[in-house]
């Protein structure tokens, strides 16, 4: 089998994560998967439009696995997140993003590297909710970079964007939203010029019809990005060789892994911003995932 950097990031976090992704999808799709997923539709394609469309057909099919009533708003919501994150991403010269090609380790020990290459680096793409030292740490250590690092022989370049909390299935940031003038229609983010001028009314991104690179430039006027953007590279390790082999070990293990009930590593059940999808059902013991949640890969 070929393994991509998802599934090593699954036997590493645990074992039985990885044999349930293997063999089973959940019936809808999280937030966190349909952003990344429409994300690299708009990256790959070069085209902000079709990680905006990207997210809303997820969202008509298979459904996102958010509950409410205004599921239809909290999807418009994050396509037009992602349309902007998309644009800012890309910049001005509008590029298509490419994945490298699979690599072959050793033998037939088959992996596919998840982040973008590009002229002598690789560049990988980190949604947070927050930004900290400790989660840097954690992204520089994380499978995600180390083992394309080392399977490409390339620094990584991390651009890590903060999009803000969920609630109520909404994520209220610059990225999302503004302050609009009540008089002049003027939108503005922050800023002494705030409070100079009376009160100012929140708006919705999906709501405004400013143009998405306007939107940006008065985001960069009123220096948003400062707090919403980090960028750090990841040099080649200096034991690469030895990286090399404990991926290549990996990949042995992933591609023997037993049917079944396997070693279950609970301290990976509820991460942050990546709690396991199987969460809601796996550490109360179950042989099979029940039918309204996941479903057998075809
Ligand atoms: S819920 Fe926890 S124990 Fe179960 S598969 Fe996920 S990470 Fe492993």
């Known amino acids: 089998m070929i393994c991509t950097t998802e599934q090593i990031v699954n036997l590493d976090e645990c074992p039985q994560k990885l044999r349930f992704s293997i063999d089973y999808e959940p019936v ?22 079709q990680a905006e469309s990207k997210f809303m057909q997820l969202a008509a099919f298979p459904g996102l696995a958010v509950q409410g009533l205004n599921v239809y708003e909290i999807a418009r919501h994050h396509s037009k997140l992602l349309e902007i994150l998309t644009t800012y991403l890309l910049g001005g010269a509008k590029e298509k993003w490419h994945r490298p090609p699979t690599q072959r380790l050793a033998g037939d020990l088959l992996y596919r590297p998840q982040s973008y290459v590009e002229t002598g680096k690789l560049r990988r793409v980190v949604l947070a909710s927050s930004w900290s030292a400790d989660r840097e740490l954690e992204e520089r250590n994380s499978w995600r970079s180390i083992g394309d690092i080392v399977a490409m022989e390339r620094p990584m370049i991390v651009n890590v964007i903060v999009i803000g909390q969920l609630r109520n299935g909404f994520r209220n940031s610059f990225w999302t939203s503004a302050l609009s003038h009540p008089q002049n229609r003027q939108i ?10 009376g009160k100012w009314n929140p708006i919705r ?65 509820y991460r942050a911003f990546y709690p396991c999808q199987f969460a809601n059902v ?17």
């Open 205 to 269: 991104r999906e709501n405004s019809v400013l143009d998405t690179l306007e939107w940006l430039r008065l985001m960069q006027q009123d220096n948003c990005f400062e707090s919403l953007v980090h960028s750090f590279e990841i040099p080649i390790p200096e034991d690469s060789e030895r990286v090399h082999t404990q991926l290549q070990a990996m990949l042995r293990e992933a591609n023997a892994l037993p049917t079944g009930n396997l070693y279950r590593r609970r301290s990976s059940c």
């Open 282 to 298: 796996c550490p109360k013991g179950f042989e099979t995932p029940p039918e309204t949640l996941f479903q057998l890969k075809k």
């Open 28 to 49: 809808r799709v999280t937030l966190a998967t349909a952003l990344y997923k429409s994300l690299a539709e708009g990256l790959k394609s070069g085209l902000p439009a």
């Open 188 to 197: 503005r983010f922050q800023g002494a010029a705030l409070n100079a001028t």
